[in-house]
């Protein structure tokens, strides 16, 4: 690995993640358009959004264990054309189930390139500064998901249905390019096999990491899908105040990540088990000062900035727990933190449903509470190791 180039490749790392991660939350965006394209109702079309998560949450922890043993550059460019060639084909077919398979398909590869672009990240730097290299590809995540919405729909405002599809496949392809370009070859060193990665399921640890990882992504997600609604019904605030506060808690969201990437350079094990406590006090402020808009507004600042930590600590947590194999350990971080986001957001739906939108942060926080119980057994569970800092 060429560390002296370290940055450039960071930086080309986060234009893929970024690429990635605004194809599969940019539909958001363009939804009711896509449903009036291919003829469908908005329920239908939301098939591309939730297949799209199920195929990553399924191939999360195989994708990558099948694909450890290839030259990573070569994985990369395979992954990045297939996204191309999948928005390509979708923004060039009136057809909704070829529009759903072209999206799908290259889903299943998305936990390979990403759990490339953190080991890669890490590996191309000193190994002091590998938390904030993982942090820095992180931002390209938190970027994704932040702009991918307001990029598309306002471009498929003011240009054209094709034009916010042809973003997307831009974006693969700049990452194609850069990476063709800029990156040299990133031959597969002391690799685990198949079977040596498999066994590290065995080690109690790892399934501990994974259960908070769960816990830790359904109290933040969960809140998050239905913190509109809240805005809406709660703080009364208007649909344009609504999203300006969600571009806050975005734009927030980014900075935890570059925070969190220092944080956990210094002190891993007390960021993670803060983590908890500090966000369950931000949502009981939240659920007290719900109906006075600049309280709801500065708490959603710092909730942001908590949700970006959240993001670093999951990697952490779970790369730590198998370092023999980092790819594999991404792969299964991607799936827990879907995972997590799906039990997260149909528990506060049921609140919702029985006790109002009110009450739907008391979801967040039994998840809170759970998540603290499974980062202490986690870092109980790593003491024997006699090196806390790596537990």
Request: proline share 4%.
């Amino acid at each position: 690995m060429l560390k002296s180039n370290g940055n450039l490749m960071i930086f080309i790392l986060t234009i893929g993640v970024f690429s990635i991660i605004n194809t599969e939350m940019g539909v958001i965006g363009i939804l009711p358009l896509l449903a009036e394209r291919f003829g469908v109702s908005i329920p239908q079309a939301g098939l591309l959004i939730s297949f799209f998560a199920l195929a990553v949450a399924f191939s999360g922890p195989v994708m990558p264990l099948l694909f450890s043993g290839m030259e990573r550059k070569k994985v990369m460019l395979l992954v990045l054309g297939l996204f191309a060639l999948g928005n390509i084909a979708g923004m060039c077919t009136d057809n909704f189930a070829v529009a759903l398979a072209a999206r799908v398909l290259p889903a299943f590869l998305h936990p390979v390139y990403c759990s490339l672009a953190f080991s890669v990240a890490g590996a191309s730097v000193p190994e002091k500064d590998r938390l904030k290299a993982v942090a820095k590809v992180i931002v390209g995540v938190s970027a994704g998901m932040v702009l991918g919405v307001p990029i598309s729909s306002f471009v498929a405002a003011n240009f054209s249905l094709d034009a916010a599809m042809a973003v997307f496949a831009a974006g693969n392809l700049l990452a194609f390019a850069a990476t063709l370009v800029f990156v040299p070859r990133l031959p597969v060193q002391g690799r685990a096999s198949c079977k040596e990665q498999l066994v590290l399921l065995k080690r109690p640890v790892l399934w501990l990491s994974i259960a908070g990882i769960i816990f830790m992504n359904g109290a933040v997600f969960g809140v998050f899908g239905f913190y509109s609604g809240y805005l809406e019904q709660i703080t009364h605030l208007s649909w344009n105040n609504i999203s300006a506060v969600l571009f806050i808690y975005g734009c927030a969201n980014i900075l935890g990540n570059i925070i969190g990437g220092r944080l956990l350079t210094k002190a891993p094990l007390h960021t993670a088990a803060l983590f908890a406590p500090a966000l369950a006090a931000v949502y009981m402020a939240v659920y007290f000062t719900g109906a006075y808009a600049p309280a709801v507004v500065a708490l959603t600042l710092v909730w942001g900035i908590i949700g970006g930590v959240n993001v670093n600590i999951n990697q952490y947590w779970i790369t730590s727990a198998a370092p023999e194999a980092p790819d594999f350990a991404n792969g299964l971080f991607l799936t827990a933190a879907n995972l997590g986001t799906t039990f997260g957001t149909m528990l506060c739906g049921e609140i919702i449903a029985s006790l109002g939108m009110g009450s739907m942060l008391f979801g967040g926080i039994i998840f809170l509470a759970l998540c603290f119980a499974f980062v202490c057994a986690r870092i109980y569970a790593g003491r024997p190791a006699g090196n806390l800092q790596r537990a």
